[in-house]
């Protein structure tokens, strides 16, 4: 019978004197007189277990002493209580028996650390490095928490398309999909025939999943997606990737306050479940990534955030006497060094900015009675800047008609989002959560190549 | 204050006597004597709400008898005690707003049975009918089971790759992804320079993301994807999509009997799980779209899933007398016909096939002992045939370079995937289950393009 165990189980419960059984990597190796230390890590948590392996071990000398970094080993034996510093429990070996060796001349992982930019080379070991295997473990839990908050208050998530023939407007330059021989494009009155292409027509990676997911809010009230979108943009900067996750709740009868409201409520509860699911992880960022997180992440639950309008942060930036490169006008859009100077120094908290000017917001915005300004909040983080992005949709037929004109916009393309105005048309509004940027605040990562597993940016996508 | 609430929520909890609001579409009106009787459903759950409306309310005439299929409204009213069969609860209107009306000449939902087809030209209003309602609900859930199955097991959830420059040998025709301009593809020696492309080499997109999962399995144990994978198939069938969603489990320190144990266990869940927190959708997918289906779905509960080798499989097909369209003989790939007699008429339940030809499996797959059949599995289901495919994976360094080169595939390119093998290597498996069949499974429904929001097929890419 095996007492396989993970060894975060282990760890926990302490099963102390019984017989246990592991799987997994050696970290370190360490020999003393007449038996050795090993650290092993399955990659289930942060710790490690150590291993104490008494030379009159079977094949010690062939095996034993020559395990090292990287190795992947079954071990089974007795769970002691360990009477050195650093651990409560250590693991006295009656069998170790090795799966794969590691070549410490080839194996690019040994001891020590390595720079983010070289993991990046080595896409396929990184994770077997502490701090990518932690980003992993957080990506996963909050992954699971945000289908846990918005499923216990009656959301339906909602697959949205990823290959799609509609555009959400301005959100970005997309992506071509095709199955066409590049090397021999077929052509009508000089240009692509998109007709002899796997759809009929041009297709594109979705920028973002709103427009179809308001027809699933229109239906059953409150939905989310969360799934891939893709910006194909030229921007290599650590704030960007072309494939990354997002998270779009859309709620029916719902304006811009109860938005807001909804919004701040799942940024605590995130930041919350990581705190209580993940605290040794969390500890080791801030350890080693970044020594203010765990004060600003605790200061997200204490406190609400705060809420601006546009106009005031406007009349705020204009009078605090501060310079700044972007200059600072009713009508302009509110730029990173403007957006972090009110979040960090101003407020040094999150903050929320509402009731942009409508001439530099998309056409399915909700306009405000004064005519000027539309019905959308932003929110900003420390550290990091915009995290949330949503608004009040435009409801009324009427209105999102002439808004689609004023922008050059086809009524034909829109037809099926204007019927949703035409039949049994509702308030509703949604937000968009960058799913990267939120990994980025909870774990202090400066660089969003960090928090997803195979980042693709212009010029790399490796595997 | 408001008293707005969920129908759903009212329906089961039925304060009577008490203050409630509901926000909504109208159904259907049925006008009495001094009163009207509102049929409304939110979309929380399959049941509408009855309201009673009587003709002394405010704009009576003006509006509520103006109502139709589809309006938008909000009610607000005391809870009461139904006397009518039919339902335990209705609601006495006290105000009734009207948020939005439905033309009834031209709202292409009306009180009648729609077919499928007709709805599929209209995939925008489509959700808001009984039984595609139902189906995004149940899609929901099942989404949220899965998660909750592998993280209660301390599987860890990765975003592989939607972008990907890597194959998974053998799965299907890819897509292109591309910024190139197509109606000037830039050229280099005859051939599309791929070197100018967004990624700097000709990118597509995923047909599964096992093969980076396994790079994430070797580093944290017990991992598993949920995501969108593609096929440029022209396959024009009620079986196929071009875009559908793959669950993908894989396990460190795993053979394929415990592969095997964990996939019954899985599809056990899902379906417990949906029986559980679906019923009112399970029993209108029973009553309307497939009188079998309760019997089938409890049947997969109540006994073990059958197994077979594909060798035994082979000597029944032969032996049993039956004629098949397909020839049936040891190295040829079971048929559907096959699948489903062994299935439906031989066992009468879930069935497992393992341990096929290594001739006609991936090179991933890892090879018995008997070096001409491989560690492989398939779930066959009845309805439906193969829901899940899945192996242990070849984890010796050099039964894999074997393999890979006697099916022709380039040492180079799957560099990264032999070093998984050659650092630290452990038996690992896994399968994919294709979420859209299981769908398929627990509604009845016949055609795929039913069971995902926006089917991608050859030619169709609406929205």
């Known amino acids: 019978m095996s007492h396989y165990r993970r060894i975060r189980q282990i760890l926990k419960e302490q099963p102390l004197g019984q017989a246990v059984e592991i799987k997994g990597w050696i970290r370190t190796r360490r020999d003393s007189k007449g038996f050795s230390f090993l650290e092993v890590n399955d990659g289930s948590c942060v710790a490690n277990i150590q291993v104490i392996a008494e030379e009159n071990l079977p094949r010690y000398q062939e095996d034993i002493l020559r395990l090292t970094t990287g190795c992947s080993v079954r071990i089974s034996g007795q769970l002691a209580a360990s ?54 473990r957080v990506r996963s839990a909050l992954s699971f928490a945000v289908h846990r908050f918005f499923q216990e208050q009656g959301f339906q998530y909602i697959h949205t398309p990823i290959i799609t023939t509609s555009d959400c407007e301005g959100a970005g330059e997309m992506f071509t999909v095709t199955t066409l021989d590049l090397n021999n494009v077929p052509r009508k009155e000089g240009r692509t025939d998109f007709s002899e292409d796997f759809f009929g027509r041009q297709a594109s990676l979705t920028v973002s999943g709103q427009l179809e997911a308001e027809i699933y809010c229109l239906a059953l009230g409150n939905v989310y997606t969360f799934g891939p979108t893709f910006r194909a943009e030229n921007s290599n900067t650590s704030r960007h990737l072309a494939e990354f996750w997002m998270v779009e709740p859309e709620m029916a009868f719902c304006d811009l306050a109860q938005d807001m409201e909804v919004a701040e409520s799942f940024i605590k509860y995130l930041v919350q479940y990581v705190l209580e699911h993940c605290p040794e992880e969390i500890e080791l960022f801030n350890n080693f990534v970044d020594k203010g997180l765990k004060g600003r992440l605790a200061a997200v639950l204490e406190q609400d955030f705060a809420r601006i309008t546009y106009t005031e942060a406007i009349e705020r ?22 957006e972090r100077y009110l979040c960090e120094e101003v407020f040094k908290r999150p903050l929320i900015v509402s009731d942009y000017p409508k001439a530099i917001k998309p056409f399915y915005m909700r306009v405000n009675d004064d005519d000027t300004t539309v019905a959308a909040m932003d929110i900003l983080v420390p550290g990091i800047g915009e995290i949330i992005g949503g608004s009040q949709r435009e409801e009324r037929y009427d209105q999102l008609l002439g808004r689609l004109e004023e922008q050059g916009l086809s009524r034909e393309d829109y037809g099926w989002y204007l019927d949703l105005r035409r039949y049994g048309t509702a308030p509703h509004a949604g937000f968009g959560l960058g799913f990267e940027r939120l990994i980025q605040f909870v774990s202090g990562m400066a660089n969003i190549r960090e928090v997803i597993p195979f980042p693709r940016t212009p010029g790399s996508a490796s595997l």
Chains 1, 2 share one sequence.
């Open 317 to 338: 930036l204009t009078t605090c006497g501060k310079k700044f490169n972007f200059p600072v006008s009713w009508g302009a859009d509110l730029q990173s060094e403007h």
């Open 83 to 136: 009477p050195a510093k650093g651990q409560d429990v250590e693991l006295k070996a009656a069998e170790v028996e090795v799966y794969g060796w590691a070549d410490p001349e080839t194996y690019p992982l040994q001891k020590k650390r390595h720079s983010f930019e070289f993991l990046r080379e080595i896409g396929h070991l990184r994770p077997r490095t502490n701090s990518l295997g932690a980003v992993a």
